[in-house]
Protein backbone atom coordinates (compact mmCIF):
# COMPACT_ATOMS: atom_id res chain seq x y z
CA UNK A 1 0.00 0.00 0.00
CA UNK A 2 0.61 3.62 -0.66
CA UNK A 3 2.18 5.68 2.07
CA UNK A 4 2.31 8.73 0.73
CA UNK A 5 -0.38 10.37 -2.38
CA UNK A 6 0.12 13.61 -4.20
CA UNK A 7 -3.21 15.21 -5.47
CA UNK A 8 -2.94 16.51 -8.52
CA UNK A 9 -6.22 19.07 -8.50
CA UNK A 10 -8.07 21.20 -6.82
CA UNK A 11 -11.54 22.35 -4.89
CA UNK A 12 -14.22 19.81 -3.99
CA UNK A 13 -12.75 16.58 -5.57
CA UNK A 14 -9.32 17.36 -4.21
CA UNK A 15 -10.88 17.39 -0.57
CA UNK A 16 -12.68 14.34 -1.33
CA UNK A 17 -9.78 12.16 -2.37
CA UNK A 18 -7.53 13.73 0.82
CA UNK A 19 -10.81 12.33 2.89
CA UNK A 20 -10.78 9.45 1.16
CA UNK A 21 -6.56 8.64 1.65
CA UNK A 22 -6.83 9.75 5.33
CA UNK A 23 -9.40 7.08 5.38
CA UNK A 24 -6.47 4.66 4.50
CA UNK A 25 -4.29 5.93 6.54
CA UNK A 26 -2.26 7.37 3.62
CA UNK A 27 -0.36 10.43 4.06
CA UNK A 28 -1.76 13.27 1.94
CA UNK A 29 0.14 16.08 -0.16
CA UNK A 30 -1.34 19.05 -1.89
CA UNK A 31 -0.52 21.14 -4.58
CA UNK A 32 -2.52 24.76 -5.22
CA UNK A 33 -1.79 27.58 -7.13
CA UNK A 34 -1.18 31.19 -5.61
CA UNK A 35 -4.88 31.76 -5.68
CA UNK A 36 -5.73 28.75 -3.70
CA UNK A 37 -3.44 29.00 -0.53
CA UNK A 38 -6.26 29.31 1.32
CA UNK A 39 -8.42 26.70 0.10
CA UNK A 40 -9.57 23.69 1.99
CA UNK A 41 -7.60 21.24 0.45
CA UNK A 42 -4.45 23.34 1.31
CA UNK A 43 -5.57 23.02 4.98
CA UNK A 44 -7.37 19.26 5.34
CA UNK A 45 -3.72 17.52 3.69
CA UNK A 46 -0.45 16.44 5.45
CA UNK A 47 1.42 18.88 3.51
CA UNK A 48 0.86 21.55 1.02
CA UNK A 49 3.33 22.61 -1.73
CA UNK A 50 2.75 25.68 -4.10
CA UNK A 51 2.84 25.12 -7.85
CA UNK A 52 2.75 28.01 -9.50
CA UNK A 53 0.38 31.15 -10.82
CA UNK A 54 -3.25 30.89 -11.00
CA UNK A 55 -3.21 29.97 -14.62
CA UNK A 56 -3.85 26.78 -14.84
CA UNK A 57 -1.35 26.11 -17.61
CA UNK A 58 1.31 27.11 -15.27
CA UNK A 59 0.06 25.38 -12.33
CA UNK A 60 -2.65 22.44 -12.33
CA UNK A 61 -1.51 21.75 -15.78
CA UNK A 62 2.28 21.99 -15.10
CA UNK A 63 3.24 18.02 -15.52
CA UNK A 64 6.40 18.93 -14.54
CA UNK A 65 6.32 20.70 -11.97
CA UNK A 66 3.97 18.27 -10.47
CA UNK A 67 6.29 15.76 -11.31
CA UNK A 68 9.11 17.11 -8.88
CA UNK A 69 7.07 18.06 -6.25
CA UNK A 70 5.43 14.46 -6.42
CA UNK A 71 9.34 13.16 -5.93
CA UNK A 72 11.38 15.94 -3.66
CA UNK A 73 8.08 14.95 -0.64
CA UNK A 74 8.28 11.34 -1.15
CA UNK A 75 4.83 10.45 -2.65
CA UNK A 76 4.73 7.01 -3.85
CA UNK A 77 1.23 7.50 -6.08
CA UNK A 78 -0.61 10.75 -7.91
CA UNK A 79 -4.14 10.94 -7.81
CA UNK A 80 -5.59 12.74 -10.88
CA UNK A 81 -9.25 13.54 -9.69
CA UNK A 82 -11.32 14.70 -12.48
CA UNK A 83 -10.50 17.27 -15.25
CA UNK A 84 -6.86 19.19 -15.42
CA UNK A 85 -4.51 16.22 -16.10
CA UNK A 86 -7.04 13.05 -15.31
CA UNK A 87 -7.38 11.97 -18.41
CA UNK A 88 -3.73 13.26 -20.12
CA UNK A 89 -1.86 9.88 -21.07
CA UNK A 90 1.89 12.08 -21.16
CA UNK A 91 0.61 13.04 -17.97
CA UNK A 92 0.10 9.12 -16.72
CA UNK A 93 3.37 8.26 -18.45
CA UNK A 94 5.19 10.93 -16.65
CA UNK A 95 4.51 9.06 -13.46
CA UNK A 96 5.66 6.12 -14.54
CA UNK A 97 8.77 7.33 -15.72
CA UNK A 98 9.40 9.37 -12.33
CA UNK A 99 8.18 6.00 -10.61
CA UNK A 100 4.82 7.10 -9.18
CA UNK A 101 1.93 5.14 -9.11
CA UNK A 102 -0.87 7.00 -11.50
CA UNK A 103 -4.35 6.13 -9.78
CA UNK A 104 -6.26 5.71 -12.92
CA UNK A 105 -6.15 3.48 -15.83
CA UNK A 106 -2.92 2.97 -18.13
CA UNK A 107 -1.97 5.34 -20.55
CA UNK A 108 -2.29 3.09 -23.51
CA UNK A 109 -6.00 2.50 -22.12
CA UNK A 110 -6.27 6.54 -21.39
CA UNK A 111 -5.41 7.11 -25.32
CA UNK A 112 -6.88 4.72 -26.48
CA UNK A 113 -10.18 5.67 -25.49
CA UNK A 114 -9.70 9.26 -25.30
CA UNK A 115 -9.84 9.04 -29.22
CA UNK A 116 -13.32 8.74 -29.59
CA UNK A 117 -12.66 7.73 -32.85
CA UNK A 118 -10.87 4.65 -32.05
CA UNK A 119 -13.10 3.98 -28.90
CA UNK A 120 -16.36 3.93 -31.39
CA UNK A 121 -14.13 1.40 -33.12
CA UNK A 122 -13.69 -0.33 -30.04
CA UNK A 123 -17.30 0.02 -29.33
CA UNK A 124 -18.01 -1.88 -32.83
CA UNK A 125 -15.62 -4.86 -32.48
CA UNK A 126 -17.02 -5.61 -29.06
CA UNK A 127 -20.38 -5.94 -30.55
CA UNK A 128 -21.84 -2.71 -28.99
CA UNK A 129 -24.30 -0.12 -31.47
CA UNK A 130 -23.02 3.10 -31.83
CA UNK A 131 -24.60 6.05 -34.00
CA UNK A 132 -24.16 6.17 -37.94
CA UNK A 133 -20.88 8.80 -38.02
CA UNK A 134 -17.36 8.84 -39.56
CA UNK A 135 -13.87 8.23 -39.01
CA UNK A 136 -11.57 11.75 -38.48
CA UNK A 137 -12.10 14.69 -40.78
CA UNK A 138 -9.52 17.43 -41.29
CA UNK A 139 -11.41 19.93 -43.36
CA UNK A 140 -15.08 21.18 -43.60
CA UNK A 141 -15.77 19.94 -46.75
CA UNK A 142 -15.06 16.26 -45.47
CA UNK A 143 -17.28 17.07 -42.71
CA UNK A 144 -20.06 18.66 -45.23
CA UNK A 145 -20.37 15.21 -47.61
CA UNK A 146 -20.67 13.24 -44.61
CA UNK A 147 -22.96 14.77 -43.06
CA UNK A 148 -25.30 14.84 -46.31
CA UNK A 149 -24.66 10.94 -46.33
CA UNK A 150 -26.06 10.75 -42.91
CA UNK A 151 -28.95 13.05 -42.77
CA UNK A 152 -29.28 16.28 -40.59
CA UNK A 153 -29.48 17.06 -38.07
CA UNK A 154 -26.03 15.93 -37.04
CA UNK A 155 -23.31 16.25 -34.00
CA UNK A 156 -19.75 18.07 -35.01
CA UNK A 157 -17.69 16.44 -32.19
CA UNK A 158 -13.75 17.12 -30.94
CA UNK A 159 -11.84 13.58 -31.44
CA UNK A 160 -10.08 14.32 -28.35
CA UNK A 161 -11.08 15.72 -25.04
CA UNK A 162 -14.31 15.64 -23.24
CA UNK A 163 -16.39 18.26 -21.15
CA UNK A 164 -19.18 19.10 -23.37
CA UNK A 165 -16.27 20.99 -25.68
CA UNK A 166 -15.80 21.05 -29.37
CA UNK A 167 -19.28 20.07 -29.95
CA UNK A 168 -21.66 21.63 -32.08
CA UNK A 169 -25.31 20.74 -33.26
CA UNK A 170 -25.80 21.08 -36.87
CA UNK A 171 -29.41 21.35 -38.41
CA UNK A 172 -28.93 21.87 -41.78
CA UNK A 173 -26.27 22.31 -44.88
CA UNK A 174 -25.96 26.01 -44.18
CA UNK A 175 -25.02 25.53 -40.62
CA UNK A 176 -22.39 23.19 -41.40
CA UNK A 177 -19.45 25.23 -42.05
CA UNK A 178 -19.61 27.40 -39.02
CA UNK A 179 -19.75 25.12 -36.91
CA UNK A 180 -17.44 22.98 -38.30
CA UNK A 181 -15.08 25.86 -37.91
CA UNK A 182 -16.10 26.69 -34.57
CA UNK A 183 -15.80 23.40 -33.43
CA UNK A 184 -12.26 22.76 -34.83
CA UNK A 185 -10.88 26.04 -33.25
CA UNK A 186 -12.34 25.03 -29.74
CA UNK A 187 -10.72 21.44 -29.94
CA UNK A 188 -7.41 22.88 -31.12
CA UNK A 189 -7.46 25.56 -28.03
CA UNK A 190 -8.81 23.19 -25.51
CA UNK A 191 -7.14 19.69 -26.55
CA UNK A 192 -4.23 20.88 -28.74
CA UNK A 193 -5.98 18.88 -31.27
CA UNK A 194 -8.45 20.19 -34.12
CA UNK A 195 -9.66 16.97 -35.35
CA UNK A 196 -12.92 16.27 -35.75
CA UNK A 197 -15.51 13.93 -36.36
CA UNK A 198 -19.43 13.82 -37.74
CA UNK A 199 -21.98 11.97 -35.75
CA UNK A 200 -25.97 11.30 -36.63
CA UNK A 201 -28.06 13.01 -34.22
CA UNK A 202 -30.84 11.39 -32.51
CA UNK A 203 -33.53 13.54 -30.97
CA UNK A 204 -36.13 12.70 -28.04
CA UNK A 205 -33.09 10.45 -26.41
CA UNK A 206 -31.51 10.08 -22.82
CA UNK A 207 -27.74 10.04 -21.40
CA UNK A 208 -27.06 6.90 -19.00
CA UNK A 209 -23.98 6.32 -18.23
CA UNK A 210 -22.68 2.89 -16.52
CA UNK A 211 -20.00 3.29 -13.68
CA UNK A 212 -17.50 0.47 -14.23
CA UNK A 213 -14.21 -0.50 -12.19
CA UNK A 214 -11.70 -2.85 -13.48
CA UNK A 215 -8.51 -4.35 -11.61
CA UNK A 216 -5.47 -5.62 -12.93
CA UNK A 217 -6.57 -9.27 -12.33
CA UNK A 218 -9.17 -9.36 -15.04
CA UNK A 219 -11.85 -8.41 -12.94
CA UNK A 220 -14.35 -6.10 -14.80
CA UNK A 221 -17.36 -4.73 -12.36
CA UNK A 222 -20.46 -2.66 -13.69
CA UNK A 223 -21.20 -0.70 -10.81
CA UNK A 224 -25.40 0.56 -11.95
CA UNK A 225 -26.40 3.06 -14.32
CA UNK A 226 -26.79 7.07 -13.71
CA UNK A 227 -29.48 8.89 -15.53
CA UNK A 228 -27.59 12.49 -16.65
CA UNK A 229 -30.22 13.86 -19.47
CA UNK A 230 -30.80 17.08 -17.46
CA UNK A 231 -27.96 18.96 -19.23
CA UNK A 232 -27.20 22.89 -20.43
CA UNK A 233 -25.03 23.30 -23.48
CA UNK A 234 -23.67 19.70 -22.63
CA UNK A 235 -22.63 20.28 -18.88
CA UNK A 236 -24.85 18.00 -16.89
CA UNK A 237 -26.68 19.52 -13.94
CA UNK A 238 -28.66 16.90 -12.32
CA UNK A 239 -27.85 13.33 -12.59
CA UNK A 240 -29.79 10.33 -10.59
CA UNK A 241 -28.98 6.51 -10.01
CA UNK A 242 -30.69 4.48 -10.99
CA UNK A 243 -32.45 5.51 -13.78
CA UNK A 244 -36.72 6.07 -14.25
CA UNK A 245 -36.30 4.45 -18.14
CA UNK A 246 -33.94 1.66 -17.34
CA UNK A 247 -35.83 -2.00 -16.71
CA UNK A 248 -34.27 -4.60 -15.15
CA UNK A 249 -33.85 -6.59 -18.58
CA UNK A 250 -32.15 -3.10 -20.20
CA UNK A 251 -29.74 -2.51 -17.29
CA UNK A 252 -28.41 -6.08 -17.52
CA UNK A 253 -27.90 -5.53 -21.44
CA UNK A 254 -26.35 -1.66 -20.65
CA UNK A 255 -23.92 -3.09 -18.24
CA UNK A 256 -23.12 -5.93 -20.00
CA UNK A 257 -22.06 -3.73 -23.35
CA UNK A 258 -19.62 -1.34 -20.46
CA UNK A 259 -18.21 -4.28 -19.51
CA UNK A 260 -17.39 -5.86 -23.03
CA UNK A 261 -16.11 -2.14 -24.00
CA UNK A 262 -13.35 -2.11 -20.76
CA UNK A 263 -12.59 -5.68 -21.75
CA UNK A 264 -11.43 -4.71 -24.86
CA UNK A 265 -9.39 -1.97 -23.94
CA UNK A 266 -7.73 -3.83 -21.16
CA UNK A 267 -8.87 -1.09 -18.62
CA UNK A 268 -8.55 -0.89 -14.65
CA UNK A 269 -9.59 1.56 -12.21
CA UNK A 270 -12.35 3.73 -12.49
CA UNK A 271 -13.91 4.36 -15.91
CA UNK A 272 -17.49 5.11 -17.09
CA UNK A 273 -19.33 4.26 -20.45
CA UNK A 274 -21.65 6.30 -21.75
CA UNK A 275 -24.97 5.94 -24.12
CA UNK A 276 -27.63 7.46 -25.81
CA UNK A 277 -31.25 5.59 -25.07
CA UNK A 278 -33.63 6.03 -27.71
CA UNK A 279 -37.46 6.14 -26.75
CA UNK A 280 -37.89 2.75 -28.47
CA UNK A 281 -35.23 1.65 -26.01
CA UNK A 282 -32.50 1.12 -28.55
CA UNK A 283 -29.03 2.06 -27.72
CA UNK A 284 -26.02 3.47 -28.91
CA UNK A 285 -22.57 4.06 -27.44
CA UNK A 286 -21.77 7.85 -27.16
CA UNK A 287 -17.56 7.47 -25.72
CA UNK A 288 -15.97 6.57 -22.25
CA UNK A 289 -14.66 8.14 -19.71
CA UNK A 290 -11.05 7.11 -18.01
CA UNK A 291 -11.47 8.79 -14.92
CA UNK A 292 -13.11 9.38 -11.68
CA UNK A 293 -16.71 11.44 -12.75
CA UNK A 294 -18.16 14.18 -10.92
CA UNK A 295 -21.54 12.61 -10.21
CA UNK A 296 -19.70 9.22 -8.68
CA UNK A 297 -21.31 10.30 -5.13
CA UNK A 298 -25.35 9.28 -6.59
CA UNK A 299 -23.47 5.54 -7.53
CA UNK A 300 -21.55 5.27 -4.11
CA UNK A 301 -24.89 6.25 -1.94
CA UNK A 302 -27.05 3.28 -3.81
CA UNK A 303 -24.30 0.60 -3.90
CA UNK A 304 -22.60 1.50 -0.94
CA UNK A 305 -19.12 1.56 -2.74
CA UNK A 306 -16.63 3.83 -2.31
CA UNK A 307 -14.99 4.36 -5.41
CA UNK A 308 -11.99 6.32 -4.69
CA UNK A 309 -10.74 3.94 -1.58
CA UNK A 310 -11.33 1.35 -4.51
CA UNK A 311 -9.08 3.36 -7.23
CA UNK A 312 -6.56 3.76 -4.58
CA UNK A 313 -6.73 -0.14 -3.52
CA UNK A 314 -6.86 -1.33 -7.64
CA UNK A 315 -3.81 1.29 -8.22
CA UNK A 316 -1.91 -0.29 -5.48
CA UNK A 317 -1.84 -4.11 -7.04
CA UNK A 318 -5.20 -5.05 -5.02
CA UNK A 319 -7.88 -7.64 -6.26
CA UNK A 320 -11.68 -6.16 -6.12
CA UNK A 321 -13.17 -7.57 -2.87
CA UNK A 322 -16.73 -7.57 -4.53
CA UNK A 323 -18.41 -8.92 -7.82
CA UNK A 324 -21.65 -7.20 -9.56
CA UNK A 325 -23.62 -9.97 -7.17
CA UNK A 326 -22.20 -7.99 -4.04
CA UNK A 327 -23.64 -5.05 -4.92
CA UNK A 328 -26.99 -4.41 -3.71
CA UNK A 329 -28.54 -1.65 -4.99
CA UNK A 330 -30.79 0.29 -2.17
CA UNK A 331 -33.27 3.29 -2.67
CA UNK A 332 -32.88 6.14 -4.87
CA UNK A 333 -30.00 9.54 -5.20
CA UNK A 334 -30.09 12.52 -7.02
CA UNK A 335 -27.11 15.03 -7.43
CA UNK A 336 -26.84 18.46 -7.94
CA UNK A 337 -23.99 20.85 -9.61
CA UNK A 338 -23.93 23.94 -7.70
CA UNK A 339 -22.09 26.42 -9.33
CA UNK A 340 -21.02 30.28 -9.49
CA UNK A 341 -23.15 31.04 -12.55
CA UNK A 342 -25.95 34.47 -12.60
CA UNK A 343 -29.09 32.42 -14.00
CA UNK A 344 -30.95 35.77 -14.01
CA UNK A 345 -28.57 37.32 -16.20
CA UNK A 346 -27.37 34.84 -19.31
CA UNK A 347 -25.62 32.60 -16.84
CA UNK A 348 -22.78 34.75 -16.55
CA UNK A 349 -20.00 33.55 -14.77
CA UNK A 350 -19.79 35.20 -11.27
CA UNK A 351 -16.84 35.97 -9.24
CA UNK A 352 -15.79 36.97 -6.26
CA UNK A 353 -15.85 37.39 -2.52
CA UNK A 354 -18.17 34.05 -0.72
CA UNK A 355 -19.35 36.32 2.39
CA UNK A 356 -21.40 33.48 3.89
CA UNK A 357 -21.72 29.90 3.14
CA UNK A 358 -24.77 27.56 4.71
CA UNK A 359 -24.84 24.09 3.79
CA UNK A 360 -27.18 21.66 4.03
CA UNK A 361 -27.75 18.60 6.06
CA UNK A 362 -29.81 16.37 7.91
CA UNK A 363 -31.42 12.57 6.97
CA UNK A 364 -29.77 11.67 3.74
CA UNK A 365 -27.84 14.49 2.34
CA UNK A 366 -24.36 14.58 1.42
CA UNK A 367 -22.44 17.64 0.73
CA UNK A 368 -18.95 17.98 -0.92
CA UNK A 369 -17.80 21.09 -1.51
CA UNK A 370 -15.04 23.42 -0.94
CA UNK A 371 -16.48 26.34 0.30
CA UNK A 372 -16.27 28.44 3.56
CA UNK A 373 -16.87 32.15 4.78
CA UNK A 374 -14.40 34.26 2.93
CA UNK A 375 -13.47 32.02 -0.02
CA UNK A 376 -12.43 33.84 -3.57
CA UNK A 377 -14.24 32.14 -6.27
CA UNK A 378 -11.84 33.13 -9.61
CA UNK A 379 -12.14 32.95 -13.01
CA UNK A 380 -9.68 31.34 -13.92
CA UNK A 381 -10.69 27.57 -13.00
CA UNK A 382 -14.21 25.62 -13.47
CA UNK A 383 -17.17 27.33 -11.61
CA UNK A 384 -18.06 23.98 -9.85
CA UNK A 385 -18.73 25.28 -6.29
CA UNK A 386 -20.29 22.16 -4.41
CA UNK A 387 -22.42 18.75 -5.04
CA UNK A 388 -25.80 18.12 -3.16
CA UNK A 389 -26.81 14.79 -3.23
CA UNK A 390 -30.54 13.22 -1.81
CA UNK A 391 -31.02 10.10 -1.24
CA UNK A 392 -34.43 8.65 -0.46
CA UNK A 393 -36.23 5.00 -0.37
CA UNK A 394 -37.59 5.86 -4.04
CA UNK A 395 -37.18 8.76 -6.74
CA UNK A 396 -39.93 11.00 -5.12
CA UNK A 397 -38.28 10.46 -1.63
CA UNK A 398 -34.94 11.43 -3.20
CA UNK A 399 -36.46 14.62 -5.14
CA UNK A 400 -38.17 16.15 -1.81
CA UNK A 401 -35.10 15.41 -0.01
CA UNK A 402 -33.40 17.33 -2.30
CA UNK A 403 -35.27 20.59 -2.93
CA UNK A 404 -35.48 20.63 0.99
CA UNK A 405 -32.00 20.59 0.78
CA UNK A 406 -31.79 23.39 -2.18
CA UNK A 407 -33.89 25.68 0.56
CA UNK A 408 -31.21 25.18 3.24
CA UNK A 409 -28.26 25.70 0.89
CA UNK A 410 -27.45 29.44 1.25
CA UNK A 411 -24.30 30.96 -0.46
CA UNK A 412 -23.78 35.14 -0.21
CA UNK A 413 -21.38 37.20 -2.12
CA UNK A 414 -21.41 35.45 -5.53
CA UNK A 415 -24.37 34.02 -8.09
CA UNK A 416 -25.51 30.08 -7.96
CA UNK A 417 -27.56 28.25 -9.92
CA UNK A 418 -29.76 27.22 -6.76
CA UNK A 419 -33.03 29.12 -7.86
CA UNK A 420 -32.49 27.09 -11.50
CA UNK A 421 -32.11 23.73 -10.02
CA UNK A 422 -35.19 24.30 -7.56
CA UNK A 423 -37.38 24.97 -10.66
CA UNK A 424 -36.41 21.98 -12.43
CA UNK A 425 -36.81 20.16 -10.02
CA UNK A 426 -40.36 21.47 -9.59
CA UNK A 427 -41.09 21.04 -12.61
CA UNK A 428 -44.11 18.54 -14.11
CA UNK A 429 -42.27 16.86 -16.52
CA UNK A 430 -39.09 16.49 -14.27
CA UNK A 431 -41.18 15.06 -11.38
CA UNK A 432 -42.94 12.35 -13.55
CA UNK A 433 -39.77 11.46 -15.37
CA UNK A 434 -40.68 12.37 -18.88
CA UNK A 435 -37.43 13.89 -19.92
CA UNK A 436 -34.59 14.08 -22.55
CA UNK A 437 -31.14 15.50 -22.96
CA UNK A 438 -33.45 18.45 -24.93
CA UNK A 439 -35.63 19.20 -21.83
CA UNK A 440 -33.57 22.29 -21.15
CA UNK A 441 -33.80 24.05 -24.64
CA UNK A 442 -37.48 22.54 -24.62
CA UNK A 443 -38.53 24.74 -21.30
CA UNK A 444 -38.28 28.02 -20.19
CA UNK A 445 -37.75 26.85 -16.62
CA UNK A 446 -37.05 30.62 -15.42
CA UNK A 447 -40.51 32.51 -15.41
CA UNK A 448 -39.46 36.24 -16.79
CA UNK A 449 -41.73 38.04 -14.31
CA UNK A 450 -40.56 37.15 -11.24
CA UNK A 451 -36.37 37.87 -11.91
CA UNK A 452 -36.17 41.23 -10.91
CA UNK A 453 -38.15 40.83 -8.08
CA UNK A 454 -36.26 37.63 -6.88
CA UNK A 455 -32.67 39.91 -7.54
CA UNK A 456 -34.13 42.28 -5.25
CA UNK A 457 -34.77 39.84 -2.78
CA UNK A 458 -31.86 38.71 -2.68
CA UNK A 459 -30.01 41.99 -2.72
CA UNK A 460 -32.00 42.43 0.66
CA UNK A 461 -31.20 39.13 2.26
CA UNK A 462 -27.25 39.25 1.11
CA UNK A 463 -27.33 42.75 3.37
CA UNK A 464 -29.55 41.79 6.13
CA UNK A 465 -27.35 38.52 6.61
CA UNK A 466 -23.64 40.21 6.45
CA UNK A 467 -24.63 42.76 8.97
CA UNK A 468 -26.38 40.56 11.18
CA UNK A 469 -29.82 41.76 10.84
CA UNK A 470 -29.02 45.06 12.47
CA UNK A 471 -29.25 46.87 8.84
CA UNK A 472 -32.97 49.23 8.95
CA UNK A 473 -34.79 47.28 5.88
CA UNK A 474 -36.79 50.86 5.61
CA UNK A 475 -33.60 52.91 5.28
CA UNK A 476 -32.79 50.33 1.92
CA UNK A 477 -36.31 50.09 0.55
CA UNK A 478 -36.33 53.90 0.31
CA UNK A 479 -32.92 53.92 -1.43
CA UNK A 480 -33.80 51.14 -3.78
CA UNK A 481 -37.70 51.29 -4.50
CA UNK A 482 -38.65 48.20 -2.59
CA UNK A 483 -42.26 47.92 -1.10
CA UNK A 484 -42.68 49.42 2.44
CA UNK A 485 -42.86 47.28 5.30
CA UNK A 486 -44.74 47.35 8.63
CA UNK A 487 -41.88 47.18 11.58
CA UNK A 488 -44.00 48.18 14.21
CA UNK A 489 -41.82 50.50 15.43
CA UNK A 490 -38.77 48.55 16.16
CA UNK A 491 -37.29 49.34 13.13
CA UNK A 492 -36.92 46.42 10.33
CA UNK A 493 -34.06 44.03 10.46
CA UNK A 494 -34.05 40.28 10.09
CA UNK A 495 -37.55 40.10 11.46
CA UNK A 496 -38.63 42.68 8.83
CA UNK A 497 -37.28 40.93 6.15
CA UNK A 498 -39.03 37.43 7.07
CA UNK A 499 -42.48 38.85 7.00
CA UNK A 500 -41.45 40.38 3.53
CA UNK A 501 -40.89 37.15 2.71
CA UNK A 502 -43.73 35.54 4.35
CA UNK A 503 -46.13 37.68 2.61
CA UNK A 504 -44.31 37.99 -1.31
CA UNK A 505 -46.42 35.74 -3.17
CA UNK A 506 -44.24 32.55 -2.36
CA UNK A 507 -46.20 29.83 -1.51
CA UNK A 508 -43.20 28.40 0.12
CA UNK A 509 -42.34 31.40 2.91
CA UNK A 510 -38.81 31.80 3.71
CA UNK A 511 -37.56 28.38 1.75
CA UNK A 512 -38.29 30.85 -1.34
CA UNK A 513 -36.24 33.58 -1.04
CA UNK A 514 -33.05 33.26 -3.30
CA UNK A 515 -30.31 32.36 -1.38
CA UNK A 516 -27.56 33.37 -3.93
CA UNK A 517 -26.22 36.84 -5.42
Given at each position: ???????????????????????????????????????????????????????A??S???????????????????????????????????????????????P?????????????????????????????????????????R???????????????????????????A???????????????????????????????????????????V???????????????????????????????????A??????????????????????D??????????R??????????????????D??????GE????????????????????V???????????????????????????????????????????????????????????????????????V?G?????????????????VR??????????????????????????????????????????????????????????????????????????S????R?????
Open positions: MFSKVLVANRGEIALRIVRGLRDLGIRSVAVYSEVDRLSQHVRYADEAHLIGPADRQYLNVERIIDVARSCGADAVHPGYGFLAENAGFAEACEAAGLTFIGPSASIRLLGDKIEARRIAEEAGVPVLPGSVEVTSIDEASALAEIGFPVMVKAAAGGGGRGIRLVRSRGELDAAARAMQEAQAAFGNSAIYVEKNLQGVRHIEVQVIGDKFGNVPVGERECSIQRRHQKLIEECPSIAVSPQLRRSLTRAVRIARAANYHNVGTVEFLLAEGSYYFLEMNTLQVEHPVTEIVTGTDLVKQILVAAELPYDEADLLTRGWAIECRIAEDPFNGFLPSVGRVVLAREPAGPGIRVESALYDGVEVTPYYDSLLAKVTAWGRNREGARTRMMRALAEFKVVATNIPYLEQILEHPDFGQFDTEFLDRHEVLVEEHLAEQRRFAEIASLLMVTGGETDYADYAATNGAAPVATNGKGSGAGAWRRQMAGAGSRGMGWPRSI
